[in-house]
Structures are given as structure tokens and as C-alpha cells.
């Protein structure tokens, strides 16, 4: 492989890091359940042949989805995605294991400006953080 | 609620009461013989000899030999006081029948002269031993009938037939079934025409022994069903018979099931000597056996080798000058078997489509499967092939605790879930029982409640366990499935082939129980029962019936046949009753054989799994009827005998389960003043039996231990073989290769045992006497405690609080030796009280008792830490004392705990928040 080296460009900012995040779920219904209780929320279901989807309640900013289907595949490995847990996080991280899931780390504080933080697995077996300034 | 009307009969069976029927008589008639003629004393002794013929006619109208009109000649003799030579007569015929040697020469008991020197082997015109067997004839016919019927068929019959047979006629339909419980030498029914239902001849002397067939009230059945009724019930209590009907009813009237249920239909039209030859045919291909004839066949033709294999044909040992005694020690057909070919006649284990085939046929049809499978490398290997086959990672597993190692790392290799299920400790005798049935649905009802019945598989239960406790298995398979109607279930019947070969067992194995519920569940009447069922649950109740429309019966049972019936070391059988076998779990199950089978597999093994097959289903019956009568001598001469009983007891029914696990109530099968308390009851009912085969035996008050009892004494001084022990007990087991004279070498090697430590007690002095004593007081009080599964750490768990643990993943962790240390056994304690947790990052497995009491990922209790301080085996896998438990580090069990980089890109410092 020949060719140049990349031209260095102008460092540049992006505005969010993230547009959009999809949970995998194999059992569609239970991690609905799951996200629906710990955040007491109600996401809005979307289902095709192949697909289910659910969506966080987001108005502004970025949101994500629950996805089962072909290539979605639960695990604890690989990214973790922070998902916002309002102002102090307990009352979302108390719900965890009340709905089948599992905290691998308490809330920890990070630092003051970045505030707390906790990981569970969610009853599929993703690893997921929760984030909030308190 | 425990019922206690026991029934009892002072003979454990009608084999036993026979037999001492027969020596009584003659000992009776060497006495009246003695006795001079026509004095009161003669008189009184010839009628007491009548009433005698008279107990033991009814006995001997369902044996063949020596016959009714045997018996009747002999009642003629009596008549006519010809003393002498009825005592002589009587004396052969006795001979004979203990001996067992009349099957060698059916026809002896015909010859006048009767002699028990002059027994010649029947053979045919080869010289070739022939195989006796009997036929049952049930028809309501008279003696004239029944003689002319003999005639005809003997008539029939040449020297070239290769077996011979003698009948025997009952007429009617109990009457036919007690011959078929009593009599091992039946291997054919023909039913003609419709038998009456009711016997004439039964007597309170052959009531005790008959209960399963006093149960039967098909009196209301018209007669013209009766036959019909009676092949299937035939089928039922003795599927490996040939059954025949002789009936006027057309074809076109024949109902689908009676046309399935026989063999074949004959009509009166058609001659006897068709029904001689359909008769043989029907034996001659039971007979066969595919393989092993293939394999002799091999053996015989001269080949050149010029494959693999130097051993083959003896080739590379018998011109040896190093290694020619292997060879002939073995013999030369060893060598000639032996070959890696899969062709002339022989077939490929792994893609069988000849003599292999066929084989594994003939025994799915013996041992009441939908498929079997024949396995090379033991039961160790067919546990891991079946849950390989059906369990996806992830999946969750039903398991007692206390099953075969195998199955736990069948598990590991599956990446199943286990949850395990907890026997119920037996701690005076440091063992456990069996999975009560309530802690099953408990764990599943948990699931259930959690959100994971649907990945629940598999129930995996081992029946019986190596002590001999058997489940209930309908029980336990119909309440399950009222649960999660698919779940699979696999019963390990290492210990348990025999099981299918007589009636109390055979309700209690997979096979013959998934039959029975896959034809429950099918019918209109269950349907009606479940609706009703459904109807009359009170809120909240769970169902103890399954849904009909969505139930689907999934039965595997996993058999070492080497252990209980005849086949080399390893040989080992897959049975499969699954409905949903071809379109479900064929090509895993296939995927799962080729794993773990052997591309050579041992062709002297899978030929005597043939062999074995064959044996099974000729005499099956007769042998593990034989083996349960053994033990249960050896169990009544144990308790009878006071020098014995000073040192020994032998543990029963009550023993090992409690009572509330036994409705029936029966707590023992001997009592000294009763006798023998009948188990039909209990085997139908209770939800856990013992099989009184598996005899254990306390040495507590010996003072010795169960290891050193086991080495020390009966190996070292008497080579009697035994393979499990516990603190304070032995096991005995007898099976269809136990003979009378081991059980008596057994009986006096425990009495010179005994002697020996009568003397030695003699001889202690007084601080002997007290260590003795407090040794015998430690094994006879002191109870170490027996463990139950702690839990999976919440790392391994899948969902907090909710049993099951990725054994898996734990097993695997422990691959790199970073992540675990070693804890001396002495410091766990202490640093579990610092609060610590350790995890097991290994099996250990004590042997005895050889199942884990740590698996990969557990969590250490300081149960098991106690348990393991007290055990006093020196055999313990996994491991090494020197070292100590090899645990987890706690990074790794912090593994799923990390930092977050939030903020860290600025001013904060990132922050270590890990240990």
C-alpha cells in the first residue's frame, strides 16, 4: 500500500457524539417492560415481519430505540451507552432489579462536574450506564 | 396421608414358595415312605402329602413342566401307595426344577424312566443345543382339547426346528395374566376366541403374589373384547412376547387396534402347522442379532489388512515373541473380530445403514423407544450428547445437584444455565435422597415469575440414584408439564436398564412412562379430566394437568447397560421418546452424537450391545426377577441372623425416605415376624421408592468406616468388589449376573467379619476399648452436615434472585491462571468472616460421594467449608490440599465493574474506581 499521508485538518468539534443508540433485545416484550418500568415511561412500539422496535420518549436531543429482530443480538460486551437518569439516578437504578435486571456497580460519583453514575445488565443481558448530575 | 394396611406373604415371591413347595413335598414323601403301610401313622402322613399336592397343583397349572398330568400321574401314584416310587420321583422332579435343568430337556419329564443322570440335551439334527420356551394358549377348552391340541402340535414339530417349545393352555383371562407373571418361560400368546374373564383356581396361597392382576376388574367387559383386550394388556406387562389371536370375528370387523395389536390373526380355517411355523418364525427373529452375527460372520472370511489396525486378525500379536500371551489370553476370536471396516456385513456407528441399523432398531423396540442410539464410550458420553443436542447457550437446566459429574460438564460445553435442585439430606448416613417434586415446581414457578419459563429446556433427573431411590416419574412428568408443557426431560438411568424388563420397575422409567402419557394425553377422556380439572382450581391454584393442546411429550433416558445387563465396559444406550424428535432435534441431536462419538468406535462393545438386546428380551423377566429375589434374601438373612445384626443393619425403605414421601406407608420390604410386605402399592404410588437392589449396609457399629470397610476387609480378605461407600455405610448390588451361591459367599464372608471383630473386641485392652467406642459413637451419632447449593455469585447470576448461573462462563474465566489464587482450606473461614467472598472457579468433587460440592462460579458457604474439614475421603477432584479451594480473584469478580471517562478529558482526572 503506497499513497500520502492524510492532510492534517483543522480540528473540528461535533455537536452530539452520539445521533441515536438501539438496545438489542431477543425477547422483544420483556425488555419493554423492563425500560417502561425502571424509567416510568411508556414507549411507543413499532412492529413489522422481520422487526420490533420501541422508543424512548425523547422530544429534543438524542434517543434510541429497543430492536429485536435479525442481527440483534443481546451481550455485556462492547459499547456502553450512558442513558439519562434525570437529575439523581436512584430512583431509576432502584427499579433495576425489582424488574429483572442486574446492577453490576452501584451509583459511583465521577467527578463534580460530571456527577454519578451505575452499570446494570438489563434481563437480555446488555450492559448499560446510567448518568445523572446528582 | 400414609395408608398402613400393608400386604405380606411369607414368600418373596411364587418362585421361592415354589420351590419350597416342592421340597417340602418331597421330603414329606421320603417320610410317608418310611412309615410302614395302612398303620394310622402312613394314613395320616398320606393325607397330609395329599393336601400338600393339593397347595401346589394351582401353582403348577401355569408351568408347563412338569404338567398337570405330570401331577396328576404323581396324585395316582399316591392313591395307589406306591410310596417308594413316588418319593423317588418326586426327589428327580425337585432336582430338576432347582437345578434348572429340565429347560436343557423339556422332554424328560415325559419319560417314565425319569432319571436325573440320564438328562440328555435335547438338540436338532446338527446336535445343536436347542432353546426351550413355552407357549401361554388362553382358550376355554377341555382337557380332551387341551390334549389333542398338544398332539397336534407335537405332530408338527421335526428335529430341524432350531428351538422347541411345549405349551401351556389357561382358560381364562386372569388366569392368563398370573401365568404370564408367573412363568418366565412364556414367549408366546396365542389367544383364541374370547376367554372368560374370571379365573376358577385362584387360592389365598398364589392372592399375595398376583396384585397387579387382582387390580384389574374388567369383569364388566363384554367376553368377545376380552381377547383383544387381553394382547394389549399383554403388551403392556410384557411387550417382547409374540401375541397371536385365533378368532371367527372377519376382517372387516376387526377393530384398527386389535389388527395392531398382534402379530398376527389367525382363523380357525387355518392349520396348526401354520401356527407352529409363525410361532418359531416369530422367536427366530427376535433372535437375531444383526450385529453381532455380522461381526462373527467378519471373523470367518480370510482377508488381506491393508488399512489401519495391525491388531486385526491377530496379525501383529500372535506372530509376536514380546506380546503372544496377550494374545492368548484373549483368544484368536478377539483378534479376528477386530477391524476398522465398515463393510461386508459390518456398518458405520456414526451413518448406519446395515447390520447397525437394524441393531439399534431391535433394541428401540426392546426397550419401548421411538429411537435408540448406541453409545461406545459410556453413559458419561451419552448424558453429554443428549443435553449438547437440545440445550442452546443461554438456556436454563433443571438438574439435581447430586447427578453424575458428566452432566455438569455437559452443561459447561452446552453453556446451559444450570439451576440446581437439592435432595433432600439423608445425614445419619452421610447421603442424599432424591428432588422432592415440590422443590421442582418451586424453582420453575420462581422462573416462571421472573420472566424465564420460556428458556427453560430440560428437566435432567438421575433415576435411580446409585443408593437406589426411584422417582415417581408420571408424577413428576404430568405436574411438570402442567408447568411448561414443552420442557424435555432426561432421566439418567445409568442404574436403571434393567428397569423396563418387569412390571413394578418398568412404571417407573422414561420410556414406558412417556408411552403411557403420550396416549393419556391424546385421548377424549383426558381431555374431559383436564377441562374438569381446570374447571375446579381454586384462585391462585396451579394446574396439576397439563393443557392437552399444547403438552408435547419429550423424553430422553440416558443407560449404562453395562451396568446392570450384559455388555462390555462402556456400553451404553440413548433412548428417545420424542414427539417432536425429527422435526426438532434430529440434526442437533446427530451434530451432538458426531461430537462426541468416536470415529473407531469398539465393534466388540456395540456387538454385545446386540447380544445383550437379545438376552433382555428372551430373558429379561426371569433374570431381574431373580436379581430382586437375591437381594431381597440377602436383606432377610442380614436382618435374621443375630451375630450379623450385633454389627450390621440393613438400611430399607424407611431409612432413606421420609414419610411423607411415602403414601403407600411401606417403610420396609422384610419383617422378621410378618414376612414380605407386597410393594406393588408403593411402586404405583409413592413419590419415592427404593430399589431393593442397591443394598446398603450400615457399618456404623463396627467402628469402622465405609472406606476402610470397603479395602481393608472386603477386598483385601474376601476379593468381594463393591464401588461406593459412605462414613458409615456400604452398598451392595446384586444384578442378573448374581448368583445364589455369591449371595452365600457374601452371607459368610460378613459373618467371619463379624467373628473377627468379636475376637478383636475381646482382645482390646480397656483404652482400646474406649477409642472403639468413640469411634463407633462418631459414626453412629456424629453427623457431619451434608451442604445444599449455596448460590451463583451475581456475577454468573442471569438475573438477581433468580436461580441459574452461567457455569460457563465461570469454568472458562479460570482458563488463565491471573484470575485465580489459592485459600488453605484452614483460612477460608476466617476471611469469609473478614467478608470476603469467594467463589469457586472449579469443580471439587469428593468421591465418595462423586458429585460437586462446588461448581464453577458458586459461591463457598461455610456449610460447605464444615463438610469438607469432615470428609474423610482421600479422593477429592479438583482439589489439592497442599494448595487449597481455588477461588476467584476479586478483580474477576468485579469484572463487569469499570470507570467512566465521563469528564475525563478535561481538567478531572479520570478516577480508578475499580479495586
Known amino acids: 500500500m503506497g499513497g500520502t499521508a492524510p492532510k492534517h485538518k483543522k480540528k473540528e468539534s461535533m455537536k452530539d457524539a452520539v445521533s441515536w443508540f438501539e438496545i438489542p433485545a431477543l425477547n422483544f416484550q420483556q425488555s419493554v417492560n423492563f425500560y417502561n418500568q425502571i424509567f416510568g415511561i411508556d414507549m411507543e412500539t413499532k412492529l413489522d415481519d422481520n422487526y420490533a422496535m420501541a422508543f424512548f420518549p425523547v422530544k429534543n436531543g438524542v434517543g434510541g430505540s429497543i430492536v429485536a429482530g435479525p442481527g440483534s443480538t443481546p451481550g455485556e460486551a462492547g459499547p456502553l451507552v450512558y442513558l439519562n437518569a434525570g437529575k439523581d439516578l436512584n430512583p431509576v437504578l432502584n427499579q433495576v432489579e425489582l424488574a429483572g435486571g442486574r446492577i453490576v456497580m452501584p451509583k459511583t460519583f465521577i467527578s463534580d462536574d460530571a456527577g454519578y453514575f451505575a452499570i446494570f445488565i438489563d434481563p437480555e443481558g446488555n450492559k448499560l450506564a446510567l448518568h445523572s448530575s446528582k | ?915
Open chain 2, 1 to 915: 396421608m400414609i395408608k398402613n394396611k400393608q400386604k405380606s406373604s411369607s414368600h418373596y415371591n411364587i418362585n421361592q414358595l415354589r420351590l419350597e413347595s416342592w421340597n417340602e413335598l418331597k421330603s414329606e414323601c421320603s417320610h410317608l415312605e418310611t412309615l410302614k403301610r395302612n398303620t394310622p401313622d402312613s394314613k395320616k402322613q398320606k393325607e397330609f402329602v395329599k393336601s400338600l399336592f393339593k397347595k401346589i397343583e394351582t401353582v403348577e397349572s401355569y408351568f408347563a413342566l412338569p404338567g398337570i398330568s405330570k401331577m396328576g400321574m404323581l396324585q395316582d401314584m399316591l392313591e395307589r401307595n406306591e410310596f417308594t416310587s413316588l418319593a423317588h420321583k418326586i426327589t428327580e422332579i425337585t432336582k430338576l426344577l432347582v437345578s434348572d435343568r429340565y429347560r436343557s430337556n423339556p422332554d424328560i419329564f415325559d419319560d417314565e424312566d425319569t432319571s436325573g443322570e440320564l438328562v440328555e440335551v435335547s438338540g436338532n439334527s446338527d446336535g445343536k443345543t436347542k432353546n426351550y420356551f413355552e407357549v401361554l394358549f388362553v382358550e376355554d377348552i377341555s382337557l380332551q382339547e387341551e390334549q389333542k391340541l398338544k398332539s397336534d402340535l407335537n405332530e408338527v414339530a421335526t428335529d430341524n426346528d432350531q428351538f422347541d417349545y411345549k405349551i401351556i393352555v389357561q382358560r381364562s383371562f386372569q388366569d392368563a395374566l398370573i401365568a404370564l407373571y408367573f412363568n418366565s418361560n412364556i414367549q408366546a400368546v396365542v389367544i383364541r376366541y374370547a376367554p372368560p374373564f374370571r379365573s376358577k383356581k385362584i387360592t389365598s396361597v398364589i392372592e399375595p403374589f398376583i396384585q397387579n392382576v387382582l387390580s384389574l376388574d374388567m369383569a364388566s367387559k363384554p367376553e368377545s373384547e376380552l381377547g383383544p383386550l387381553l394382547g394389549r394388556l399383554v403388551k403392556k406387562f410384557r411387550p417382547e412376547l409374540d401375541t397371536y389371536y385365533v378368532t371367527d370375528t372377519s376382517l372387516g370387523n376387526l377393530k384398527d387396534n386389535t389388527l395392531k395389536t398382534f402379530n398376527r390373526i389367525f382363523y380357525r380355517a387355518e392349520d396348526v402347522q401354520e401356527l407352529h411355523l409363525t410361532i418359531l418364525r416369530g422367536i427366530y427373529e427376535r433372535y437375531q442379532t444383526p450385529f453381532f452375527t455380522a461381526v462373527k460372520e467378519y471373523s470367518k472370511k480370510p482377508t488381506g489388512v491393508f488399512h489401519a489396525m495391525p491388531i486385526s486378525r491377530g496379525n501383529s500379536v500372535f506372530k509376536s515373541r514380546w506380546i503372544n500371551d496377550f494374545g492368548k489370553f484373549y483368544g484368536r476370536n478377539m483378534f479376528l473380530a477386530e477391524t476398522s471396516s465398515t463393510k461386508g456385513g459390518l456398518d458405520s456407528l456414526l451413518q448406519p445403514t446395515g447390520t447397525l441399523k437394524k441393531a439399534q432398531e431391535m433394541a428401540s423396540d426392546a426397550y419401548g423407544s421411538l429411537n435408540t442410539f448406541f453409545v461406545t464410550n459410556g453413559t458419561s458420553t451419552s448424558n453429554k450428547i443428549v443435553v449438547q443436542a437440545l440445550v442452546k447457550p443461554g438456556d436454563v437446566i433443571l438438574i439435581d445437584r447430586d447427578c453424575h459429574k458428566s452432566h455438569h460438564y455437559g452443561l459447561v460445553l452446552a453453556g446451559a444455565y444450570p439451576v440446581y435442585l437439592d435432595s433432600y439430606p439423608i445425614e445419619k448416613y452421610s447421603m442424599y435422597g432424591a428432588v422432592p417434586l415440590e422443590q421442582m415446581k418451586e424453582k420453575l414457578l420462581q422462573l416462571k415469575e421472573a420472566g424465564r419459563l420460556n428458556l427453560v429446556k430440560m428437566l435432567l433427573l438421575t433415576n435411580c440414584t446409585f443408593d437406589g431411590l426411584v422417582y415417581n416419574v408420571e408424577k413428576v412428568m404430568e405436574e411438570i408439564l402442567a408447568i411448561k408443557p414443552d420442557i424435555i426431560f432426561l432421566w439418567d438411568e445409568a442404574w436403571f436398564a434393567f428397569a423396563g424388563f418387569t412390571y413394578n420397575y418398568k412404571q417407573r422409567s422414561g420410556m414406558f412412562v412417556a408411552n403411557k402419557l403420550h396416549k393419556k394425553y391424546k385421548s377424549s377422556k383426558y381431555r374431559i379430566e383436564y377441562e374438569e380439572h381446570i374447571k375446579n382450581l381454586k384462585k391462585g391454584e396451579i394446574p396439576k394437568l397439563p393443557d392437552p393442546d399444547q403438552v408435547r411429550i419429550r423424553v430422553y433416558s440416558t443407560q449404562s447397560t453395562h451396568k446392570t445387563l450384559s455388555s462390555f465396559r462402556q456400553g451404553s444406550m440413548i433412548h428417545v421418546w420424542d414427539e417432536d424428535f425429527r422435526k426438532k432435534s434430529q440434526n442437533t441431536f446427530m451434530e451432538a452424537y458426531m461430537t462426541h462419538s468416536s470415529t473407531s468406535p469398539n465393534y466388540q462393545i456395540l456387538a454385545s450391545l446386540d447380544a445383550g438386546r437379545r438376552q433382555v428380551q428372551f430373558e429379561g423377566y426371569e433374570l431381574v426377577e431373580k436379581s430382586i429375589e437375591l437381594a431381597m434374601v440377602l436383606r432377610a438373612k442380614i436382618n435374621d441372623h443375630p451375630k450379623l445384626n450385633k454389627y450390621f443393619d440393613v438400611l430399607t425403605i424407611g431409612d432413606f425416605i421420609p414419610d411423607k414421601y411415602r403414601e403407600s406407608g411401606l417403610a420396609e420390604y422384610y419383617k422378621p415376624n410378618v414376612g414380605w410386605n407386597r410393594m406393588e402399592t408403593a411402586w404405583k404410588e409413592d413419590e419415592f421408592v427404593l430399589d431393593p437392589t442397591k443394598i446398603t449396609l450400615h457399618i456404623g457399629k463396627t467402628g469402622v468406616d465405609g472406606d476402610t470397610f470397603k479395602n481393608k476387609y472386603l477386598m483385601d480378605k474376601f476379593s468381594i468388589q463393591i464401588n461406593k461407600t459412605s462414613r458409615n455405610t456400604v452398598l451392595f448390588m446384586t444384578n442378573i449376573g448374581t448368583t445364589r451361591s455369591s449371595i452365600t459367599y457374601l452371607y459368610n464372608a460378613l459373618l467371619k467379619i463379624a467373628d473377627e471383630l468379636d475376637a478383636e473386641q475381646l482382645s482390646h485392652s480397656s483404652k482400646e476399648q474406649t477409642i472403639l467406642k468413640n469411634r463407633v459413637s462418631s459414626l453412629t451419632k456424629d453427623f457431619p452436615p451434608l451442604p445444599d447449593f449455596s448460590y451463583f455469585h451475581s456475577s454468573f447470576q442471569a438475573v438477581p434472585g433468580v436461580p441459574g448461573g452461567n457455569i460457563r462462563g465461570a469454568f472458562t474465566l479460570a482458563y488463565d491462571e491471573e484470575n485465580y489464587e489459592y485459600v488453605p482450606l484452614e483460612e477460608c473461614l476466617p476471611s469469609m468472616s473478614e467478608g470476603r467472598t469467594l467463589v469457586a472457579s472449579s469443580f471439587i468433587i469428593p468421591y465418595p460421594p462423586g458429585f460437586p460440592v462446588l461448581v464453577p462460579g458458586q459461591v463457598v458457604s461455610k456449610e460447605i467449608i464444615h463438610f469438607l474439614t469432615a470428609l474423610d475421603v482421600s479422593e477429592i477432584h479438583g482439589y489439592q490440599p497442599e494448595l487449597g479451594l481455588r477461588v476467584f480473584k476479586d478483580n474477576i469478580l468485579n469484572r463487569q465493574k469499570t470507570v467512566s471517562s465521563m469528564g475525563s478529558n478535561g481538567s478531572v482526572k479520570k478516577k480508578n474506581l475499580t479495586k
